[in-house]
């Protein structure tokens, strides 16, 4: 028996209707440190231009970095996100290290790994890296390469790997899911046990930018499978690994002890009370959904107050004051909206260009019957189980 | 004025799941909550018959390795149930 008895809040806060008066903690910047990309990913949702030695394309500049995280502090920073594009390729990639040094920052990192020799792997570790993430697509160059669209990517990549390890962290690596792929999804679990990473992470293949091609092109997973995935890497897969395995599917389709049990990884909240994007050309936005939607941008890094950005931007203060109460459709009707916020607000919006509708993938699954009963309010009447007894006095 | 035993609001609605766990939520607000297997055995238990003692000591009746400060904890666990408005206690005047 568990010795665990605590009762754990899935509404959260501003999770039941609370509005939020002021602005909350800054608690994380994402950097999209470069505009442009070494690989080709064919779903990639914020969908780089391709950068070779002869094109090129910006990345933030480290004084301007500098900038943004001095003013950032004030607000409650506590740790960055270096992404992209591929922030490995940021070419004064050592100056950006260095600045994060210099302020004691803690940071992690996603990346295609294929940039990531010994000596940087070395830096990244000894300038505060505390998490890093490595997409490997395939068990094999031929399926990994056929999805980032690179030719030798997938050795590099296991080598970045490799130099990560060495260097003394273990990355998680990230697989996202698609019909060519998909019958690889153990074989990459192996292959990660192998090379001794900490654990893999299963991400769907969201219908944003190039990923929507893909859907439209019937190279995604049907929602049928994608549920029936999650089940078996939820409940099977993991059973036969020590690696941590993480499936990127929406809070109503994981099992609570998953979630919050002492095996658990977490209830996956997505962070967007306390985080802020800061785009490669020095734009604040969301996140890197303003590389390809405007209107989620919300100021220049060298023009304007991050103190005003983060405090007045009357997008996010609608954010932080609709979410979750304003969601529409089926995240209006699920119990696990307080948790799961939409999934991801930034693809909703694509989508539909509105903040509050509903995550597509519940969308379908409910049409299709697969959305889970017991998770939405509206269910009461039909499973479950109402406690007796009289109204306490106190209640009444 | 005397507090009898706790007893769960009959207004919220415990769900359970096909791991034990269960959600519990009040369908006027939506506001949910989350159960582990043994948060479920207390709330089912939660009838105003039975004080956290007498609970905790059917728990160890139906279950192994039941810790020693286990009262505590499903003192505190009553006490953050009722602060959500989940239970409630019949008062004697």
Known sequence: MSAEKTIRAIGGEGGSGAVEKSAPSLNMLYFYLTEGCNLRCRHCWIEPPHQTAKRRHPAIDPDLFRHILKQARPLGLSSVKLTGGEPLMHPRIGEILGVLREEKLRFNVETNGVLCTQALARDLVGSGLYHVSVSLDGADAETHEWVRGVKGCFDAAVNGIRNLIAAGIRPQVIMSLMRRNVDQIEAVVRLAESIGTSSVKFNIVQPTARGVKMHEAGETLSIREIVRLGEWVENDLSAGTKLRLHYSHPAAFRPLGRMYGSEGSGCGICGIYGILGVLAGGAYALCGIGETVPELVFGRAERDSLLDVWKDNPILREIREGLSRRLGGICGECLMKGVCLGSCIAQNYYRSRSLWAPHWFCEEAHREGLFPEARLQGARRRVCRESQGPVPAALR | ?93
Not at chain 2, 17 to 39: K, Q, S, V
Not at chain 2, 43 to 66: F, N, P, Q, S, Y
Not at chain 2, 69 to 85: C, M, V
């Open chain 2, 1 to 93: 004025m005397k507090q009898k035993n706790p007893i769960a609001n009959p207004l919220i609605v415990l769900r359970e799941e096909f791991d034990d766990w269960a959600i519990l939520f009040d369908p006027d607000t939506g506001n949910a909550f989350g159960l582990n297997p043994t948060g479920v055995f207390i709330w089912k238990h939660l009838d105003g018959k039975h004080d956290t003692d007498a609970i905790v000591g059917r728990l160890r009746e139906e279950a192994d390795d039941v810790p020693a400060d286990a009262a505590e904890h499903a003192r505190q666990f009553i006490a953050s149930l009722e602060q959500q408005g989940l239970v409630g206690y019949e008062v004697q005047t």
